[in-house]
Structures are given as C-alpha cells and as structure tokens.
C-alpha cells in the first residue's frame, strides 16, 4: 500500500540511482573509448616502430647482463607484405671468436662509463651457418638499485655489403695508386681531385701541388689554345674521349701523352668527374719516327733510300702516264770507290759519300729526287724532262760536278768521278723495276767504257749482263772440267842478259766461251770468291811446272812470281797453300815471288803488313804489280816488306818516244827512287828495243814485256829459258792473241 510520505523518496532516490547509474555508464563508456584510442594509438605506434625498424633494416637487440641472454627482434614482412616480429633468443653466445675480445672490451667501457655509447663491429652468426658482419650501438637501458647495468639494449645492422664495397673501394684506390700509368681525377671544371704516384712521376708534381688547381697547369706550348679548348669540349660532351696531348712537365720538359678520359658521376654528390689515363709515349713516338726515316732514308746521306726511291718513282710513271711526260732514271756509281774505303778507311769512305750526296744534289737541283740506294750508289730521277738529250744535260752536268774535287772534311780535298747510266720512260721501260734494272745496266757499260762519263739503256747492253751471269756459271766448274792453264812470261835481268824470273799469267780455254783472258774472268772470280779454290791451284800448278823445270835443269835461281788476289792475301790461308806447293814440289822458299797490287796493299793494311811480314820470314818475295796507278806512295809503301816494284806498262808505254814526255820523269824517278829505298824495279809490258834501251840506261833490274817474250806455255817457255829457239806464233796464237792490252 502506498504511503503518501514516503513515494516522493522513492521516487527521487530512483532517480539518483538512475542518474549515477547513467553517469556510471558514461564514464565507462568514455573509459572504454580512451582506453579503445589509447591501444590504438599504441599499435599505431608499435606499428610505426616496426616500420622503422623494417625500413632502416635494423635490428633491435637487448642483452640481460644477469641471464646472459641475447634477445634479437628483428621485422620481417611476410608474402602479404604484412610486418610481422621475430624474435630470437641465444643464451650461447654467437660472435665470431675473432671479434668477441673487441666486442667485450667496447662493452666494459660503455659499462666503465667510459663511452656513452657501444658501438662495434662483429661478425655474428646468423642464419644458417654464415657470419654475418653487423655493425652495433647500444647503451645501458636498466639498472639494478646499487646503479649496476642490468640491461643493455640498441640496435644493429648488417654491413656485409658496405664492408665489401669499403674493401673494393680499398683495392680499387690501392690499384689506381700503383697503377703504371698516370691517373688523375678532375671535377667538373677540370680541377684536380686525385692523382696518383705514376702521375707525380711523369708530371713531377706531387698530389699536395695540384690538388685544387686548374689542369691547365700541364698544358704544353705545342698546342694553340683551341685545342685544349677543343679537348676539355670533347671530354663534357662525351662519356669517353681518347687523344694525344702534349703537356708540360714541372720542370718544363714537354712530353707527349697518349690520353684516355671516362666520365663518370660521384655516387654522394653526383658531381661529373673526369677519370683521366695517360701514358707518356713521347719516347715511343720518338721510335716510330726514327723507324719511318730509316724505312725511307739513308742515315748516312740522310737522302732518300731504296724504298722511298721506288714509292716516288711508282708515282712519277703513274703521274707521266697521265700527262704523256717522261722521266729519266739516272743510276750513278763512284768510280773505284772500293779502293777509297780499303785505302783511306771507312770512315774517310762515309765523309766521302756523304759530301759526294750534297754534290749531286747541288749539281740536280731541289726539283729532282736524289736516292741513295746503296754503296756508292746513288740515283736521280728526273721528272718531266721533254727529250732523252735532257737526261743526258744532266748526267753530263753531275759528271762536270764532280771535276771540282770534293770536301769531306776541312782538312783535305778528294776527287772521284762518277759512271752513270740513263734509262728512261716511257722509251726504255714501263716500270719501276725496269727502270732501275735498265739504268744499272748503262751505268755498268759507262764503266766498262773507261769511267767517268754516261751512258744511255740499250737493249743491247742485257746481252752482256747475260753473259755475265753465264760466265760465273761456267766459272764455277773450271776446276772440275780442268779448263785452266798457266802460261809464263819471262823477264829479262838487264845487267846480265840472263832470265831471272817468270811471271805466271792464268788462261781460261772455255769450250762455251773460248779463250778467256784473266781480265775478264779475275774480277768476277774475285767477287764470287772462287778466286781462292782458283789461286790454289796457281800455286800448286806454277810450283809443279817449276820443279819440272828446274829437273831438265835450267837455272836454279829462277824465280817464279805469282799474282795474288786481295781475297786471298786477307781472307784465305795463303801462307798454308804457299807452304804446300813449296814442300809438295821439293822447292826452296826463295824460288817464289808474291804479286800483290798497290790496292791490295792498302786495303786493310795492317794485316797485309802481318801477313806480308810472314811470307818475308819464310823467305818469300813480295812485288808490288801495276805501281803508279793506285793511290799509295812509294814512302808508305816502304814501310811495308816488300822486294820488288813492277812499273805499270801505262808508263813504259810512253818511254823513248819522246824523251821528255810525263812517263819518261815518271819512270826515272821510280827507278831512282826504289833504288834508294833498296827495291828492285822491273818495268812491264815493254814491248819495243826503244824502251828496252832506255830501262837499260836509267838502270832499271828486270824487263817483262813482249819485246822480250810473250806469255808461253809451259813447254814453250822450257824451251825459251834453255835458248832453244821457240817456235813464233803458232804456239802462243791462241793462247795469246794479239798483243791485247794488259
Ligand atoms: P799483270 O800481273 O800486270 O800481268 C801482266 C799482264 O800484261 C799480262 O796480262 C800480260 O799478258 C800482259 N803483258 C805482258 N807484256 C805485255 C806487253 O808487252 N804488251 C801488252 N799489251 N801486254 C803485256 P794478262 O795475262 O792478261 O793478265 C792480266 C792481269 O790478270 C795480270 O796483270 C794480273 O793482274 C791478273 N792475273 C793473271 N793471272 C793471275 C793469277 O793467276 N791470279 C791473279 N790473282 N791474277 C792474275
Ligand atoms: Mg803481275
Ligand atoms: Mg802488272
């Protein structure tokens, strides 16, 4: 039953409980909402963290400094690309045993206070079996109520990447600064940035000198501005650039760099730099310009060679056959420049040549190519000449030239004369080859036809160059087949009237060629060498006829001179061949006289004296042939130990026709002369009573000629040195025709 005192409570206390029960409902309700964004707030952050932690590829680890337990949280993003923590734990510890003592000693002094923070690198093991450089920061985070360290936490990274990029950094600075060649690095405005030591060596400069300054500072002053400017264009414009470049040392040598540049971009600043490769090839340059020129030219003379000589003639026809022109090809030889370089010496030889080359040039003119080809011998070519007669002005002009005598050197003068030979296009040949071929064959007729004068190409000529070559063929095989003879001619003693002497002469009887005389074959024997197996068997044969001889009973002072080649006075065993025949034949040394020409003498006069010497001690006679008409001095030639003097017939030639003449002084004052030096004179080639009688009133020893006898053979020549009569002509006839020029 209601009460009308207490209803009003009731109902104001259920209110109340409503009101608190409301109240009670909003703040749980709000409770609940703070405590709902609070724990999302949190995840949001907790997510954030691991993000980070996920982003910057760290790894947050803790270490509990009373269990000893290592904790690792690291985030790992599963297919979903949801973050998802991982969480390991070691009790063992897993740092490498290497890295563990520095890892402890890091930590005792963060623990010491000594650092604020750990820091230190360690090699861990992760997963799998691998190590794993990290790189670790730390620093305490809990502490127990006496302030000791119960908990130190941080983060850690690995750097296995960054370690082997640091260690090629390494090798690759390392590589740069031994590299041989120079390495510079320049920014952007070609300032210096890096060298290295090959570059200090080849620039001079040290590092600390260029860093920071404008490379400019090599630049050498055999280049115009531009082209520095025209280089550093290249280089921006293009990743890689290649190129020479003089540049200029520090102590202001230049020298030449071969230069390769790369452009790249700094990884931090992205900043262009050039790499810069170079080579000093200053000196490889120096080489291949050296080997071009010695390719092309004669250092001697510094004139063209044989090869430059063949290019510009290649040219000159191709340029004539265009133009319907003619060129002349002069081939030009010294005459008997041998005997120079074997009398006065080789350098005297090269001093000779090369004045003989400004000659030529002076004599042609800049217009035409003058080519030293070899030797002592030189070529002209002549380009655009309109008539044969022109190339033959000009080889008449080179040969008035050299009538001036030559100067190669301050000191003397020297004459010499040149033989040329003209061939010439298109009349003679169509090519190079032919051309040279052709030129060479007139320069041989020059010679052939007394020296000293020009010849043009015939076709005729390859006919005796032919002949030549076949002569030397059939030389070879003389021996075996037999084919020489020695005949002898005597010479007269002129106090006594007696034979004191005779003179072995070779004959060659060709059944190819017929009778051949030694002054056509001697000088191809002596170029081919065969006249060494040749003059042996002069020896044996005269040694082997003379013992005959000397068995019939003729005189035994008869002495038997032989001739003696240069080759084999030099080059062969001549004293072991003279010995041979000596002791073969039964014959005493004194029987023998050796007949060697002034040019024989003076070639390498050394050991000719040696050698001469050693005959003059077996006991051996030494003539000097033909004297008068080579270049030594009768004073020179005293030195050497020599017997006998044989006055060329060139001088007898002009006795007793008339009394005053150059040979009659000639001859006198060689017979007085000798005489004092205590030489015994035999003149040659007498060949009237007139010069008979005037060598017997001016005291000349011996007579040879034809007057007296004609070379005879061995028979023919007994019968002679008994005073048999010997039968005229018919005999000798064909081995001696017609009284033929010596
Ligand atoms: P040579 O030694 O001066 O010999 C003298 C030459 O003059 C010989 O010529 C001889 O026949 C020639 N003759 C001699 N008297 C007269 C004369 O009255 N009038 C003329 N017109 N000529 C005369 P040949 O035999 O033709 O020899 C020429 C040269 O060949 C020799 O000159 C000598 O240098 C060389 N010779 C000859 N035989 C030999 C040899 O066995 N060995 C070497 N290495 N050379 C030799
Ligand atoms: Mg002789
Ligand atoms: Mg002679």
Redesign the pocket.
């Known amino acids: 039953m209601n009460t009308p005192i207490d209803s009003p409570l009731i109902l104001l206390l259920s209110v109340l409980v409503l009101a608190l029960a409301g109240l009670a409902l909003v703040s749980y309700r709000r409770r609940e909402r703070d405590h709902r964004s609070f724990r999302q707030e949190l995840e949001a952050r907790e997510q954030q963290l691991r993000l980070a932690l996920w982003a910057s590829g760290e790894l947050y680890w803790q270490y509990d400094m009373r269990t000893q337990h290592l904790e690792r949280i690291r985030i790992v993003a599963d297919a979903d690309n949801d973050l998802a923590v991982r969480l390991d734990q070691d009790r063992d510890t897993q740092i490498h045993p290497d890295d563990l003592p520095r890892v402890l000693d890091a930590l005792r002094a963060h623990l010491r206070d000594d650092t604020a923070m750990l820091q230190t690198e360690l090699r861990f093991r992760g997963e799998g079996d691998d190590w794993a450089w990290m790189r670790a920061h730390g620093r305490t985070i809990q502490r127990d109520a006496d302030g000791r360290a119960t908990l130190v936490a941080g983060t850690a990274r690995n750097i296995d990447a960054l370690r082997e990029l640091e260690g090629q950094n390494e090798i690759a600075i390392e590589v740069m600064r031994n590299m041989a060649e120079s390495v510079c690095v320049l920014d952007s405005d070609f300032m210096f940035v890096a060298v290295n030591l090959a570059f200090s060596r080849m620039s001079g400069y040290e590092e600390q000198e260029v860093i920071g300054k404008d490379a400019s500072l090599l630049n050498g002053r055999q280049h115009e501005p531009e082209f520095h400017a025209a280089a550093r264009e290249a280089m921006r414009s293009q990743d890689h650039w290649t190129g020479e470049m003089w540049q200029r040392r520090k102590d202001g040598v230049d020298f030449l760099c071969a230069m390769q540049c790369t452009t790249i971009e700094d990884p931090q600043t992205h900043q262009r730099r050039y790499v810069i490769v170079a080579s000093d090839i200053t000196e490889r340059r120096r080489l291949e310009h050296e080997l071009r020129f010695l390719a092309n030219f004669d250092p001697l003379t510094n004139l063209p060679n044989r090869a430059q000589l063949s290019d510009r003639l290649e040219r000159a026809i191709t340029q004539a056959r265009q133009c319907d022109a003619r060129i002349g090809l002069l081939f030009l030889d010294l005459d008997n420049f041998k005997d120079v370089n074997d009398t006065l010496g080789h350098a005297i030889g090269d001093r000779v040549l090369r004045a003989a080359a400004r000659r030529l040039l002076e004599a042609v003119g800049p217009e035409h190519t003058v080519a030293r080809i070899g030797g002592d011998e030189f070529t002209i070519l002549l380009e655009n000449i309109n008539t044969v007669e022109d190339a033959d002005r000009y080889a008449q002009r080179i040969i008035e030239a050299f009538e001036t005598p030559l100067l190669p050197d301050e000191r003397y003068e020297f004459t010499i004369s040149p033989s040329v030979g003209i061939s010439l296009f298109p009349d003679h040949a169509q090519t190079a080859s032919d051309l040279l071929k052709h030129a060479d064959t007139a320069m041989y007729q020059a010679k052939a036809t007394g020296k000293r004068t020009f010849v043009r190409y015939a076709e005729a000529m390859d006919n005796d160059i032919r002949q030549r070559a076949n002569l030397i063929t059939a030389l070879r095989r003389v021996l075996e087949r037999d084919e020489l003879q ?2 002898y ?1 005597p010479q007269v003693n002129l106090r006594n009237g007696r034979i004191g002497s005779v ?5 060659w009887n060709s059944p190819e060629f017929g009778l051949i ?3 056509q074959f ?1 000088p191809l ?2 170029e081919s060498g065969l ?1 060494v197996p ?2 042996e068997w ?1 020896l044996a044969e005269a040694c082997r006829t003379l013992a005959a001889w000397r068995r019939a009973g003729i005189d035994p002072r008869l002495v038997m001179a ?4 240069a080759l ?1 006075l030099l080059r062969s065993d001549l004293a072991g061949s003279v010995q041979r025949a000596l002791v073969g034949n039964d014959l005493p040394a004194s029987v023998l006289e050796l ?1 060697l ?1 002034e040019s024989v003498l003076m070639s390498n006069a050394e050991l000719a004296r040696e050698r001469l010497r050693a005959f003059r001690r077996m006991g051996i006679s030494i003539a000097v ?2 004297f008068g008409t080579g270049y030594s001095s009768l004073a020179y030639l005293h030195r050497l130990p020599i017997n006998t003097l ?1 006055i ?2 060139a001088f007898i030639d002009g006795l007793a026709s008339n009394e005053d003449s150059e040979d009659t002084t000639i001859t006198t004052t060689i017979i007085a002369m000798a005489r004092t030096l205590g030489l015994q004179v035999v003149a ?4 009237t009573p007139e010069q008979l009688a005037f060598l017997e009133q001016h005291a000349c020893d011996l007579a ?4 007296i006898s ?2 005879l053979p061995a028979e023919a020549c007994l019968r002679f040195l008994r005073g048999d009569p010997v039968p005229a002509p018919v005999d000798i006839g064909p081995l ?1 025709p017609d ?4």
């Open positions: 020695l005949v001619q003179e072995a002469l070779l004959r005389l030694p002054g001697i024997a002596e006249i040749i003059g002069v032989i001739n003696v080649s084999q007949e020409t042939d033909d044989k060329d017939k040659e080639g007498v060949e040879q000629g034809f007057w004609r070379p001696d009284p033929t020029p010596a």
